[in-house]
């Protein structure tokens, strides 16, 4: 206690299993709002500190602090999500490319703090003693809580060195005992969601692979356990490739590429996928998070399949031929073919094993030369597996990758409506010059231009009309723009005859029309053409232009909805 040596009790024992827990109690008279800082100095030399900033008691319940926590709820949870509904409207009235602005902002802001949450992740990773391998927890705990890991029919297997030993887990009455490898759940109850979905590992007993779930239908003759077990022993100190699968049917187990269950054991039950337990790495737990046994060694690239990989599937992950991994394991050199054969083939099981290839090569050539020489492997050296350099840099290409394509989403959301919105060009009519037209430097500039009225025709009279040479354009000739304009403006009328979502923009993207439409509604509109529009319920929605009756075909809707144009002579297309 702030570096004084203080006596203390521990329950339940101060011996600590392999992350096991205890409680540790210390008889000091402490100072409410005083700092403190209390180091734990364990058998092995490592030293664990715990600053306390600002000590106070521990609150218990009470209606205050109950009081305290409404409020707060209140204000984190209630408070923003009225706030945000005061919003509405507004947001309601926003052009579309506004919408997407904000919606792009947000998906940027969650990128954000997801990456800012695996960075910090990953520093409080780097504090934790190596042994611990803390990055590896933090990728671990993101993948173990996937759903999807629980499964009826699987493949489990990964790389194990096993060093001898360790502490065994149970998969429940009459099922396995072993050091567990690749888990989802152990024994705990019988008859429900706390069952063991199922546990892969190296029997305590014999040292054999051993796999076991718990079955989803009920109990035949008290038992719903359905174990397997191997017929080789593990070898100790040297990396193996392990793997357990089933098809719903029958239990398979493979030993470096080779089928290695012994006997047929086919239950034909269903494992309990819908169990809560946890999935866990080189030990197991229960639907609580209770820890039980520890893998002595070292275990790499686990991969789980939510199918069973067939016995090729399994040798071509060492990429090997299954008649060849079968020869060499069993030593059988004739069936690996020739000499020069036999060597590559030697050579690359050593690559994949980490195992010295010349004393291999070296020990072939000895039993090929004298039949009854018999090799003593033992003697042959065990090689760390080799570690992927990249594999942290894989993280930074992830979200990357991701930022991109958030980015490119806002891109494309947005660029239809950047071609849509460019102006059309407006053609500039041209007057033909004449011997009385003003001199050049008393002429207008050119991008200027005075707008002359045109007046109504009288009944019954000649329509007064002027000639170019009077040095001024027709009056014909300067309406032509607004007749023009007038020609493309779209005056659209629409009735609901059930509820539907409207949207309505105008050929500029400005929004006419953006609500839910009730039931007997009826709304114009009028804009520059070609109209888009947004129907959520197509069907429901009739239209009217110039006195004509349209309705949106059916092979321009999609589930109800439709995205569509129409322009100023009632033509209706998908929009682009």
């Known amino acids: 206690m702030n570096d004084a040596l203080w006596d203390f009790s521990i329950a339940p024992d101060r011996t600590l299993p392999r992350l096991g827990a205890a409680t540790i109690s210390i008889p000091y008279d402490w100072l409410e709002g005083e700092p403190y800082t209390v180091t734990v100095l364990s058998g092995n030399g490592i030293r664990h500190a715990k600053t306390i900033d600002i000590a106070m008691r521990t609150p218990a319940p009470s209606a205050r602090l109950l009081l305290v926590f409404a409020l707060l709820g209140v204000y984190v949870g209630v408070a923003p999500v009225f706030l945000g509904l005061l919003w509405l409207p ?11 602005f904000w919606l792009a902002l947000t998906m940027g802001l969650l990128v954000f703090l997801g990456i800012d949450t ?49 502490e065994a887990a149970s998969s429940g009455v009459n099922g396995i005992v072993a050091y567990p490898v690749v888990t989802k759940g152990r024994g705990e109850a019988d008859g429900s969601n706390v069952d063991c979905n199922y546990l892969f590992g190296i029997r305590s007993d014999n040292g054999r692979l051993a796999a076991d779930f718990e079955s989803y239908e009920a109990a035949v003759g008290g038992n719903n356990n359905y174990p397997v077990t191997g017929s080789t022993v593990v070898s100790s100190g040297s990396w193996h490739h392990v793997a ?197 430097s008393q002429a207008a500039p050119a991008d200027e231009t005075t707008p002359v009225p045109a007046s109504p025709p009288v009944a019954g009279a000649a329509s007064p ?68 529009l947004v129907l959520g319920n197509a069907s429901a929605v009739r239209f009217e232009l110039g006195g004509r009756a349209l309705t949106v075909p059916a092979a321009l809707q999609r589930k109800g909805t439709a995205f569509i144009t129409i322009s100023a002579d009632g033509r209706i297309e998908q929009a682009r």
């Open 118 to 166: 695996l960075k910090e992740a990953l520093e409080i990773a780097g504090r934790v003693p190596s042994f611990v391998n803390g990055v590896l927890l933090v990728a671990f705990g993101a993948a173990a809580t996937h759903p999807e890991l629980g499964l009826a029919q699987f493949t489990l297997e990964a790389w194990v060195r096993w060093d001898g030993g360790g």
């Open 90 to 100: 507004a947001l309601r009235a926003a052009p579309r490319s506004w919408l997407d």
């Open 465 to 532: 009309t002027m000639t170019p040479a009077d040095g001024i354009a027709a009056p014909a000739a300067a309406a032509e723009p607004a007749r023009a304009a007038d020609a493309n403006t779209v005056k659209l009328g629409f009735r609901t005859e059930a509820e539907c979502w409207v949207e309505v923009y105008d050929k500029e993207g400005r929004q006419l029309f953006f609500d839910l439409a009730r039931r007997g509604t009826r709304q114009d509109v009028a804009g520059a053409g070609p109209l888009r």
């Open 244 to 440: 357990a699968t089933y098809d719903g049917t029958c239990w398979q187990l493979y030993l470096d590429g080779v089928a290695d269950t012994a006997g047929t054991t086919c239950p034909g039950m269903t494992p309990r996928y819908d169990s809560i337990q946890r999935f866990a790495i080189a030990t197991a737990i229960n639907s609580t998070g209770a820890l039980e046994g520890g893998f002595n060694g070292a275990i790499d690239e686990v991969r789980v399949w939510s199918y069973a990989r067939s016995a090729a599937e399994i040798a071509d992950k060492l990429h090997f031929d299954v008649r060849v991994i079968e020869a060499l394991e069993n030593a059988d050199l004739p069936a690996m073919g020739a000499a020069v054969y036999a060597r590559g083939h030697l050579r690359r099981y050593a690559e994949h094993l980490n195992l010295p290839a010349p004393e291999l090569v070296a020990q072939y050539e000895l039993c090929k030369d004298h039949p009854g020489y018999v090799p003593d492997l033992t003697r042959i050296a065990q090689a760390e597996r080799a570690r992927d350099p990249n594999r942290a840099l894989r993280w930074v290409y992830v979200v990357a990758a991701g930022v991109i394509g958030l980015f490119a989403v806002w891109w494309v959301l947005q660029s239809p409506r950047g071609a849509a919105n460019s102006p059309a060009p407006v053609a500039t009519p041209q007057v033909a010059p004449s011997s009385s037209a003003a001199p050049a």
